[in-house]
């Protein structure tokens, strides 16, 4: 018995990660009672951020410009080159402050079974970069899953037959960790890794 | 370093109700990144609803017709009608199945402090049809908060001056709800209006 606009309101609201029917109703009623005008500001910006945001010509990051802010910089260290899986990932990093090269956004890993392969990374890109001799220090920061490893697994190869030094984030116990909830695989790495003091 | 478009739809998520920075953040780059076109049915859904959902002429709920589907409804009962606060106290009741008459969607309740009054709430309206005769039985289900029963105390009065008979939703103990942990008042309430078995 609702009005089928506020209807079809719930089910787009549904498309959005973490929102099931009960958010759906109670983000699309608060819109037309409360907030009208944010709905509207809400609707620009999507549509302003999915029409003109593409992808950096050097990175493949995010970018509304052909160069990405950060590619663009000249306060970025050129000789470090990190590999990520996706743009939250950049922004992940950037909010922790502690890097200051460039990175390389892979947008997904290698995953034969749903036809993703080196080309859909932008990995021939990423070749051509390295040949150019300008880094001096591939940084692997993809995710510790088998996907995420494997992927790392044929970036490291390509960049140890161009004589690419490769690092990878350290594995081991989280911050704020306790060694009681930490999973077995985790605490295996941090055992193999463990350093004088 | 963000780009500034994908920045302002981060913060225009931000408006939704229980959306933070993270959730607003994941949202913005789920859409631009797994599902623009779900983005774009989003963006029209909303200026749709908002552009095109006005107000029944006869029960105040949203409707993008002059009068709703549940007013114009041939099969609903006329002579009962359920005073509500919001569109989603209609959506709720609906979905229980139990009610067959008509709303009254106040769209807010009394609130002096805030400036809300009787002509805010339809109040003048819901006079005039209650002159018409035509409503046998005037329900109250207003929210068992303060100003719910504030605003659900001056139509009671306003009903009964005109000789329309008022009742209201019983009060007590909800279904599945275990004793130790229903609050005083509720449980006053239920004491007070015990029923012999």
Known sequence: ??????????????????????????????????????????????????????????????????????CA??????????????????????????????????MGHLSPIDGVGPEDLGLPLLEERLKDGEVSELILATNPTVEGEATAHYIHQMATSMQVPVTRLAQGIPLGGELEYIDSGTLSQAFAGRKAV
Chains 1, 2 share one sequence.
């Open 1 to 70: 018995m609702q009005s089928p606009l506020i209807n079809e309101l719930i089910e787009a609201f549904k498309l959005l990660p973490t929102i099931g029917p009960k958010s759906a109703q109670r983000m699309a009623y608060y819109l037309l009672q409360n907030n009208p005008n944010g709905g509207k500001r809400l609707a620009e910006a999507i549509v302003e951020a999915i029409d003109k945001v593409g992808h950096c010509d050097q990175c493949r990051n995010f970018s509304e410009t052909d160069v990405c802010r950060i």
């Open 73 to 106: 910089s000249p306060a970025r260290k050129r000789d470090q080159l990190c590999i990520v899986e996706t743009p939250t990932d950049v922004v992940a990093i950037e909010q922790s402050g502690i890097y200051q090269g460039l990175y390389f956004v892979l």
